[in-house]
C-alpha cells in the first residue's frame, strides 16, 4: 500500500465535497454545460463498447472525473425549489454513488492496491488486432483470487476492450499458469493452463463484463 493508493481511495469523498462547492460557482453556464455532456457521453461509450484505458491509474482518474461532474450537477438538482425535484434527485444520487462508487470506498486503501495491481502476462497477435491478458486480483467475498482478463487492441491505442475473463478455481492459486494462443477465422482464442491442466478457454468474441 502507499500514498497513491490513499489518495485514490479518498477522492471520492473529497469530490462529493468539492462538487458542492463548485456548484455554487455562478455563471460558465454554457462551458458547465459542455463538459457534463463530453464527460458523461464519454463515459457512456466506453461503457457501452467495454472499453477502458490500458492504463489502470488513468481509468481510476477518469472514474473520478466523471464523479466530479456528477457531484457538480448533483447539488445543483437538490438547490431547485421544486420539492419533488430536490427528493428524487437526493435519493438518485445516493444510489447511483452507491452503486458506482460503493465498493471502492468500502474496500478501503487496500482495495486500491488491489485494483491497480495488475500486469500483462501474454501477448499476441493476430493481423491488425493485438491481444493480451492481463493478471489482477478480483476480490470476491473479502477473498482475493488471481484473475486473467483477455483484452484486444486496435492498432496504437490508449483504449483497451475487455473481451472476456476468467478467475483461477480453489486449489490451482499457486500453480504455474501458462497460455496457449490460436486463431479461429477472426475469433482468437486463447487456453489458460495451471501446472499441466487446461483450466479454460477465452476468446475474442466480446462478451459483457
Given at each position: 500500500?502507499?500514498?497513491?493508493?490513499?489518495?485514490?481511495?479518498?477522492?471520492?469523498?473529497?469530490?462529493?465535497?468539492?462538487?458542492?462547492?463548485?456548484?455554487?460557482?455562478?455563471?460558465?453556464?454554457?462551458?458547465?454545460?459542455?463538459?457534463?455532456?463530453?464527460?458523461?457521453?464519454?463515459?457512456?461509450?466506453?461503457?457501452?463498447?467495454?472499453?477502458?484505458?490500458?492504463?489502470?491509474?488513468?481509468?481510476?482518474?477518469?472514474?473520478?472525473?466523471?464523479?466530479?461532474?456528477?457531484?457538480?450537477?448533483?447539488?445543483?438538482?437538490?438547490?431547485?425549489?421544486?420539492?419533488?425535484?430536490?427528493?428524487?434527485?437526493?435519493?438518485?444520487?445516493?444510489?447511483?454513488?452507491?452503486?458506482?462508487?460503493?465498493?471502492?470506498?468500502?474496500?478501503?486503501?487496500?482495495?486500491?492496491?488491489?485494483?491497480?495491481?495488475?500486469?500483462?502476462?501474454?501477448?499476441?497477435?493476430?493481423?491488425?488486432?493485438?491481444?493480451?491478458?492481463?493478471?489482477?486480483?478480483?476480490?470476491?467475498?473479502?477473498?482475493?483470487?488471481?484473475?486473467?482478463?483477455?483484452?484486444?487492441?486496435?492498432?496504437?491505442?490508449?483504449?483497451?476492450?475487455?473481451?472476456?475473463?476468467?478467475?483461477?478455481?480453489?486449489?490451482?492459486?499457486?500453480?504455474?499458469?501458462?497460455f496457449n494462443w490460436k486463431k479461429r477465422g477472426d475469433i482468437t482464442?486463447v487456453n489458460i493452463i495451471g501446472d499441466?491442466?487446461?483450466?479454460?478457454?477465452?476468446?475474442?468474441?466480446?462478451?459483457?463484463?
Amino acid at each position: 500500500m502507499n500514498v497513491v493508493d490513499d489518495v485514490l481511495w479518498f477522492f471520492p469523498l473529497v469530490l462529493v465535497a468539492v462538487g458542492f462547492l463548485t456548484s455554487r460557482i455562478k455563471g460558465f453556464k454554457f462551458g458547465r454545460l459542455a463538459i457534463y455532456v463530453v464527460v458523461f457521453l464519454a463515459a457512456f461509450l466506453l461503457d457501452l463498447l467495454a472499453t477502458s484505458f490500458k492504463q489502470d491509474v488513468l481509468d481510476s482518474i477518469f472514474s473520478l472525473i466523471v464523479l466530479m461532474v456528477f457531484a457538480d450537477l448533483f447539488w445543483k438538482i437538490i438547490r431547485l425549489k421544486t420539492k419533488i425535484v430536490r427528493v428524487v434527485g437526493l435519493l438518485t444520487g445516493m444510489v447511483l454513488f452507491i452503486i458506482f462508487y460503493g465498493s471502492w470506498v468500502v474496500s478501503g486503501p487496500k482495495g486500491m492496491a488491489v485494483k491497480l495491481s495488475t500486469e500483462i502476462v501474454s501477448y499476441y497477435k493476430n493481423g491488425k488486432h493485438s491481444y493480451y491478458i492481463k493478471k489482477r486480483q478480483a476480490v470476491e467475498d473479502t477473498v482475493v483470487k488471481p484473475e486473467y482478463v483477455l483484452f484486444k487492441v486496435r492498432g496504437f491505442s490508449l483504449l483497451e476492450q475487455y473481451c472476456n475473463k476468467y478467475s483461477l478455481p480453489e486449489g490451482y492459486e499457486n500453480a504455474i499458469v501458462s497460455f496457449n494462443w490460436k486463431k479461429r477465422g477472426d475469433i482468437t482464442e486463447v487456453n489458460i493452463i495451471g501446472d499441466s491442466d487446461t483450466l479454460w478457454n477465452l476468446n475474442s468474441d466480446i462478451k459483457p463484463k
